[in-house]
């Protein structure tokens, strides 16, 4: 099976602008969670989608939102793009949500590495 | 809110050694813990999945250990070989369906 896929792998954008990441999960799987790593923050939970309804959200001003297509292909948007949201972008696939007897393992993409500058 | 934390944040050992790394979460209702390395600039490689009623889980060089009581887990490498060399990182899914992250320790494995 193919791994989970990024596009585009590297962005550089100017500040005010807005952005659209992509990923591609793994063939059959329904979950699709997006990260921010910084290297000040660590790893951060985005937002979780699932049968194209987001099931969870993290700390995010609105300027971070996502939607998943009925492919389970999901995409995130940054507006007004800021400094401080440089960093890599991870998107993580499973076959389904976590439920009480039975969980998923998340398989991880390559990033998206956003310079906004 | 879950809180993860890993120790040590570095570790240099030389090639051969067996090593333990240590991940600790305050909240114990968890469905599961995932271990995973990261190589510099790159994308998480899973190692381990423990789910929340098990205690550990083996695979290869590898061991990973849950104890759910006292938050904590330990990742166990035996043999370590200058290709471990990755920041490892350890995440917890709470019964909310978010995963929390450690913040890793970065292992350099000296031949």
């Known amino acids: 099976k193919a791994g989970v896929t990024q596009t585009p792998r590297y962005l550089i954008k100017t500040r005010g602008q807005q952005v659209t990441l992509s990923c591609s999960p793994i063939?059959?799987?329904?979950?699709v969670s997006w990260y921010q790593q910084t290297p000040g923050q660590g790893l951060q939970f985005l937002f979780e989608?699932?049968?194209?309804?987001?099931?969870n959200k993290g700390n995010f001003p609105g300027r971070f939102s996502g939607r998943q297509f009925s492919n389970s292909r999901s995409e995130m948007n940054v507006s007004t793009l800021e400094l401080g949201d440089s960093a890599l972008y991870l998107c993580?696939?499973?076959?389904?949500?976590?439920?009480?007897?039975?969980?998923?393992?998340?398989?991880f993409g390559p990033g998206t590495r956003l310079t906004v500058t | 809110k879950q809180e993860v934390t890993q120790i040590p944040a570095a570790l240099s050992v030389p090639e051969g050694e067996n090593l333990v790394l240590n991940c600790s979460f305050t909240?114990?209702?968890?469905?599961?813990l995932q271990w995973f390395r990261q190589d510099p600039g790159k994308g998480l490689t899973s190692l381990l999945l423990i789910q929340s009623s098990q205690r550990e889980q083996t695979s290869g060089r590898l061991n990973a250990s849950l104890d759910k009581s006292s938050g904590r887990s330990t990742l166990y490498i035996a043999a370590s070989q200058p290709g471990d060399s990755a920041t490892y990182l350890c995440a917890v899914r709470p019964k909310g369906y978010q995963f929390y992250f450690g913040t890793g320790t970065s292992l350099t494995v000296i031949p």
């Open positions: 909240d114990s209702a968890i469905y599961n």
């Open positions: 063939s059959g799987h329904r979950s």
């Open positions: 989608y699932f049968s194209e309804t987001q099931r």
């Open positions: 993580a696939s499973s076959e389904g949500l976590a439920g009480a007897t039975i969980s998923y393992e998340q398989y």
